[in-house]
């Protein structure tokens, strides 16, 4: 059996980044692969998602401005996009394969734990000193008669053809994206969401105001409501709801969130704990099990599952392994945002989350020259201040809210004072960091 300093189990983000900064170092390493090499983000998550929001972004932008100098409006081509998309991302897997055969060694099939130290690939065993788990999430499939009929997010990243019709489930990230998506190339979109609200975790305010937009754009919400069947009918599938409805349509879209993938790992095998939300790690990423670590989106930890936040841990890894760092993990200020149209994107304290000793303030963006040059109805910021008056949240919706809000994520994390930047910056002028200034306090 080969021995190995280290095994990282998937090749994602999070093991990606590891690997390329372990295979400088002279050690013995091999990576394990049992789907798509590079895992969910470059595959069937984040790129080719915004891949796609690239097409949507310019054909919404256009139709807001017909009337006020665009004579005429672009049109979505699904089918057209999903052959640039899949020109430019089909060949990732094997190109990321072959950056790993240069990198390291490479087994191909999924990982299982014989035992603590012990990984067999398709038959093969391997002996890891350190062994590092990286294994991610998948879609998640409702328990509900015909939920075979229903496709996931990687389904809906690379359809062929635009249904006329789609009936999506779940109302988080992945529901609201995709769905603006399909509703942006003429798709007639149906939303179920089982609860009174959609974005849980973003300012409710303006997980409204999305809904508010999503519906002028055609997209229908049935809220309270949850899909209890799915069943083909008359060359359509029916959708059965625990309202006692029953939608017909041309495709349904499983978007009841994601799962860690933990099953093929056998970890009982190797004694490591683990529940329905990942592996429990300790505050320097390892299992209960010495030697043997976790980091990325299968963690159990309650923080975002972002890529930013995957590699993040694979540096913090290196660092551990290879650098003599001794101090537990620490995650800066993390923003995240939902690409739809408008986007919605948030940083630090939700103004829903900040009690009597925060002050809250609203800017109207859509007022702006920038703004309302692009005739943007629903663009909107809200400061969370301290009883400092540091700005220590911010959310927005508006259709550059993912770069708007990133202009404040280093406001925020550095406890940026309105003399620190004055001192310090002076953006472009005229966009939202130019105004950062007048965001900050005295
Ligand atoms: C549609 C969608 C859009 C997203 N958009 C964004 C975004 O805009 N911004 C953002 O920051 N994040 C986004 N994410 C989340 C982001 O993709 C994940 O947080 C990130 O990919 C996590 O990286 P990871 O390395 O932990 O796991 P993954 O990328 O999931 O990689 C895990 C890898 O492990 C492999 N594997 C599983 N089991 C085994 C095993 N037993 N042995 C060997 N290999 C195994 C899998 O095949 C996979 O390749 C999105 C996700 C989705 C689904
Ligand atoms: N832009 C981004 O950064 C981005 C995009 C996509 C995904 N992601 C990451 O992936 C994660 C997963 O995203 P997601 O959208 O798959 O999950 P999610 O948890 O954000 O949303 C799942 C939705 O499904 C609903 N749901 C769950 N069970 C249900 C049921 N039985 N019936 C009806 N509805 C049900 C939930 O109420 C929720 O609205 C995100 O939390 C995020 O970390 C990030």
């Known amino acids: 059996m080969k021995n190995y300093d280290y095994i990282i189990l998937g090749t994602g983000p999070a093991g990606y980044r590891l690997a390329q900064l372990l295979a400088n170092t002279g050690k013995s390493l091999l990576a394990v692969e049992g789907g798509l090499f590079g895992g969910t983000c470059p595959n069937v998550g984040c790129e080719p998602k915004i891949f796609l929001s690239g097409a949507v972004h310019t054909a919404r932008a256009s139709q807001q401005l017909v009337g006020r100098g665009i004579a005429q409006p672009a049109q979505l081509d699904w089918d057209q996009l999903m052959v640039t998309k899949k020109a430019r991302f089909d060949s990732w897997p094997a190109e990321t394969k072959a950056i790993y055969e240069k990198m390291c060694d490479v087994a191909v099939g999924y990982g299982q734990f014989v035992d603590s130290h012990t990984i067999e690939v398709a038959g093969h065993r391997y002996h890891g000193d350190k062994i590092i788990i990286a294994t991610g999430h998948r879609p998640h499939r409702l328990a509900i008669p015909g939920s075979q009929y229903g496709h996931d997010s990687s389904d809906v990243l690379s359809l062929a053809h635009r249904p006329d019709q789609a009936v999506f489930i779940g109302g988080g990230y992945v529901g609201i994206e995709l769905a603006t998506f399909l509703a942006a190339a003429g798709t007639k979109v149906e939303i179920l969401i089982r609860s009174d609200r959609i974005l849980r975790g973003f300012y409710a305010k303006y997980a409204q105001a999305m809904v508010d937009a999503m519906e002028q754009q055609g997209v229908k919400f049935h809220f309270h409501t949850s899909a209890t069947k799915i069943e083909p009918h008359e060359g359509k599938y029916l959708v059965t709801t625990n309202q006692g409805t029953q939608l017909a349509t041309d495709y349904v879209v499983d978007a009841s969130g994601r799962v860690p993938n933990t099953e093929k790992l056998d970890l009982p095998a190797a004694g490591i704990t683990f529940s329905k939300h990942g592996i429990d790690?300790?505050?320097?990423?390892?299992?209960?099990?010495?030697?043997?670590?976790?980091?990325g989106d299968i963690t159990s930890q309650k923080l975002p599952k972002l890529t930013p936040v995957a590699e993040l841990e694979a540096n913090y890894l290196y660092h551990q392994f290879e650098k003599g760092a001794t101090a537990p993990v620490h995650y800066p200020t993390i923003g995240t945002a939902v690409f739809a149209f408008p986007e919605i994107a948030q940083v630090g304290i939700s103004p829903d989350q900040a009690g009597d000793e925060y002050h809250i303030e609203e800017r109207n963006l859509s007022g702006g020259s920038l703004y309302a040059g692009l005739n943007e109805q629903e663009?909107?910021?809200?400061?969370?201040?301290?009883?400092?008056?540091?700005?220590?949240?911010?959310?927005?919706?508006?259709?550059?809210?993912?770069d708007d809000i990133n202009n404040l994520v280093p406001v925020i994390g550095l406890k940026i004072s309105r003399t620190d930047w004055e001192r310090h910056v002076l953006p472009i002028y005229p966009a939202l960091a130019d105004k950062v200034a007048g965001l900050l306090k005295k």
Do not use: F, M, R, W
Request: aromatic content about 6%.
């Open 281 to 295: 790690v300790d505050d320097h990423l390892q299992t209960n099990v010495p030697g043997v670590y976790a980091i």
């Open 379 to 402: 663009a909107k910021l809200t400061l969370v201040y301290d009883s400092t008056d540091h700005l220590v949240g911010a959310s927005e919706i508006g259709a550059s809210a993912a």
